[in-house]
């Protein structure tokens, strides 16, 4: 007859008694389906979950459940909003003497198709994505935070560059009380015409939302297109020259300090029904100097995310 294996999470009381605001497991890796506005993708997640321990004198949680519970929605089935449901309302069955919250995280890069400005080429972009559920009696919470890559070009550096142009002009043509179209033109294209150009670097804005209750799938591509659509220099993936050039006029057209990029994604998120919060964080990694520009902004609703 087989021995009988002890169960110590079951059978023994805590050393020191105590409730405990979450126990589980964080850094699992797993093999997903996510299911996102019409398409469903393989990713590659890390993954975090938790139960809360609200019995003071239990010793532990039965985390292999939680993990089980996982490993199903992996080989079988897809990560979508109501799936998230499902696992976060299990989890809390699977110990309903022990906990009364659950929580799941899931960290990815979502790979998207991205055209380019003007040949039309196509290419691949990652966006890291974070998908939070939380869920404590009965009241469900659901995040989802995007990093997206962009260019900023400062508005003071432009104009100092442009006034060094304007200089370099007057001392070129000084003394010509008329000067030929065509030699301008052709000083204009020149390294001698254009002397100083504005400084631009790679910058990165994190946003976090909460979705509205109405909302039944996760509109991460919804959410990406607004936050590039608002800033206008997205970053690109595959490129022509006459790509490069019209990303050289965007900039230009588009000069903004962190301030800039901060106020117009708050204005394009606070347009948008489907996010009840938000959170945001644009970081511009100066080229000009050793440390980044930032701006952080929130909704500011009562209770909602603090500008932190």
């Not at 204009?188 to 790679?202: D, F, K, M, N, Y």
């Amino acid at each position: 007859m087989p021995t009988k294996m002890p169960d110590i999470a079951n059978q023994a009381k805590a050393q020191t008694e105590g409730v405990l605001d979450w126990v589980g497991m964080s850094n699992i890796e797993m093999p997903l389906m996510v299911e996102m506005q019409g398409e469903t993708r393989p990713i590659s997640a890390l993954v975090e979950a938790f139960v809360n321990l609200k019995e003071p004198k239990a010793k532990g949680i039965h985390m292999s459940r939680l993990y089980l519970m996982l490993d199903e929605l992996s080989v079988e089935s897809a990560l979508n909003i109501e799936n998230l449901k499902s696992l976060l309302n299990n989890f809390i069955e699977s110990h309903h003497d022990l906990s009364n919250s659950a929580h799941l995280k899931f960290e990815f890069d979502y790979h998207m198709r991205r055209k380019s400005l003007i040949s039309g080429k196509l290419g691949w972009k990652a966006y890291p994505v974070v998908i939070t559920g939380n869920l404590t009696d009965g009241v469900l919470d659901i995040e989802l935070a995007v990093k997206v890559p962009y260019s900023s070009t400062c508005p003071c550096s432009a104009a100092l560059a442009r006034q060094l142009i304007q200089n370099q002009f007057t001392k070129t043509f000084d003394g010509q009380a008329q000067v030929n179209a065509e030699t301008v033109h052709e000083w204009l294209g020149s390294t001698e015409g254009i002397v100083a150009t504005p400084h631009s670097q790679r910058s990165i804005a994190e946003v976090k939302v909460k979705l509205a209750d109405s909302v039944s799938d996760f509109p991460i591509v919804d959410l990406v297109d607004a936050i590039e659509f608002a800033l206008k220099t997205p970053v690109q993936a595959a490129v022509k020259r006459e790509d490069e050039q019209e990303f050289a006029r965007l900039n230009g057209q588009n000069l903004m300090f962190c301030e800039d990029a901060g106020r117009r994604i708050k204005a394009s998120l606070n347009s948008i029904d489907g996010y009840r919060d938000f959170w945001l964080r644009v970081n511009h990694y100066e080229s000009l100097h050793a440390h980044d520009a930032v701006a952080v902004a929130s909704k500011g609703i009562d209770g909602g995310y603090a500008s932190k």
